[in-house]
DNA sequence: AGCTGTGAACATATTCACAGCC
DNA sequence: GGCTGTGAATATGTTCACAGCT
C-alpha cells in the first residue's frame, strides 16, 4: 500500500465517524468532499482495502469503518507509554483522542525525580528504571517521546532495546533509528515555519 | 519553491543548528546525513534559495541558516494566539520551542467563562469577544487551534473573519477555509493510527 | 581533489476518463 | 442513472551522474 495512501486512511475514518449514523451508505465522492481529497483518489485508496464499494450505490459506512480499522491495525488494542512528563507529555497523557481510537496509555515515565509518584490524569509518573520491565511486561509496543531534545535519542535507544517497535517523537530532534523501527517526527515549531514560508510572501 | 521542499527548509534549520557553532562549513553530504535525506536532494532544495555553496567546500553554516531564515519569513517575527485553553493548548502556551524560532505568542482565549481570566505562562486567559479586537491590534496573523473538534469549525470561522491567515489546527476536525488561508492540521491520533498500520504487518 | 549545481532518468502520486456493474 | 474500479495520462518528487568551478 502506498505510503500517501497510508497516510490519508485515518482521516478517512476520521470523517466516516464524523459524518454521525445518519448516513448507511458513503459515496467516494461525499468522502471526498469532507476530506477534501479528488474522488478518484478516494476510490483508488479504498480499492487498496478490497473491493467493498458497491456500483451505483457506494460504499457502506459502517463496513468501511471496520475496513479502515482493519488495514490500520486498529482492531488490537495497543498499549503505549510517554516518555517525558512534561507540559506536552501530561497534555498527551489527559488527551482523549488516543484512547477513543484504540490507544491506551499505560505508563508515563520521567528522568525528574522531583516528578516521580505525582498522579497524572490517574497514572503516577515512574521512574525511567522501571521503563524496561514495564515495557516487557505489558507488551508495550509504541512509545510518545516528549523528552527535551537532548535526552530524545538516549531514549530512544533505551526504548528500542526494551523492546519497543514504534516512536512518536515530539521532541524538537532527529532520532537515528535502526530500519525496522518505525518512527514519526511531530514538529510543531517546524509546523509554525512551513506556515509562515507560505505567508511570508502572501503565497498563499 | 515545491511544498515538498518547503516542508524540509525547517528541517535543515534545525540540523544547522544543531551542529552548534564548531562547525563553520557544511557540506550536502553532510547535513543530508544529519537530516535523513539524500545530499542530491538537499543541495537541490538548497538551490532553490540561491547558489549560496561554494564548490569543492561546502556551505558557510552561518550564512545558510541567514538564508534558510529568510526563505521561511522568519526574519519577521510572528505574533500567534492560542484559541482553547484545554491540555494541549496550555501546554502549547508554555513550550518554548515557538518562540526559540520566531514566533511570539500574545494571547490566550477560551469559550469556558471559568477559565477566564486564569494565567498560564504570564498570560490571562481571554474571552473569544476580545480575539477581533486584539488580532486587529497587534497585527496576528497566525493562530494555534486546540478547541474542542466541534467549536474548531466555527472559531476558525471567527479568526479569519478578524483578519487570521494562517491556522494551525490541532483540532480533530478538517477545516473548510478560503484559499488564500494557510492551514496545517495536525492530528496527534493520526499519527498514532499511521504507526500502528506499520507495526500491525510487521511492515516496518 | 572535492564539492556544488543541475539535466536526465526514475519513482511515486494524483487526476482523468471511461468501461463495467448494479 | 449513478457509482465503482482502474488503465492511461499527467504531475510531482527523488536520485543518479557528471560537468563545472575553486
Redesign the pocket.
Known amino acids: 500500500m502506498?505510503?500517501?495512501?497510508v497516510e490519508?486512511l485515518p482521516l478517512y475514518l476520521q470523517c466516516l465517524q464524523a459524518m454521525g449514523d445518519v448516513e448507511s451508505t458513503?459515496?467516494?465522492?461525499?468522502?471526498a468532499n469532507t476530506a477534501g481529497?479528488?474522488?478518484?483518489?478516494?476510490?483508488?485508496?479504498?480499492?487498496y482495502l478490497?473491493?467493498?464499494?458497491?456500483?451505483?450505490?457506494?460504499?457502506n459506512r459502517l463496513e468501511l469503518c471496520t475496513q479502515l480499522r482493519r488495514a490500520l491495525g486498529l482492531i488490537e488494542k495497543w498499549s503505549v507509554v510517554i516518555v517525558g512528563v512534561g507540559n506536552l507529555g501530561s497534555a498527551l497523557a489527559k488527551y482523549r483522542g488516543f484512547d477513543a481510537s484504540g490507544f491506551n496509555v499505560v505508563g508515563l515515565y520521567d528522568a525528574d525525580p522531583a516528578k516521580l509518584g505525582h498522579p497524572v490524569d490517574g497514572h503516577y509518573v515512574k521512574s525511567m528504571d522501571d521503563l524496561e520491565l514495564d515495557i516487557k511486561e505489558h507488551d508495550v509496543s509504541m512509545a510518545i517521546l516528549t523528552t527535551p531534545a537532548a535526552a530524545a535519542q538516549s531514549v530512544a535507544d533505551l526504548l528500542i532495546e526494551a523492546g519497543i517497535r514504534s516512536i512518536l517523537n515530539f521532541a524538537p530532534s532527529l532520532l537515528k533509528v535502526p530500519d525496522e523501527i518505525n518512527c514519526r517526527q511531530v514538529d510543531l515549531a517546524t509546523e509554525l515555519q512551513i506556515l509562515s514560508y507560505y505567508q511570508a510572501a502572501g503565497r498563499a
Open positions: 502506498p505510503k500517501a495512501t490519508r458513503v459515496s467516494s465522492e461525499e468522502l481529497v479528488n474522488s478518484a483518489n478516494v476510490r483508488k485508496d479504498l480499492s478490497g473491493s467493498h464499494g458497491v456500483r451505483g450505490v457506494g460504499y
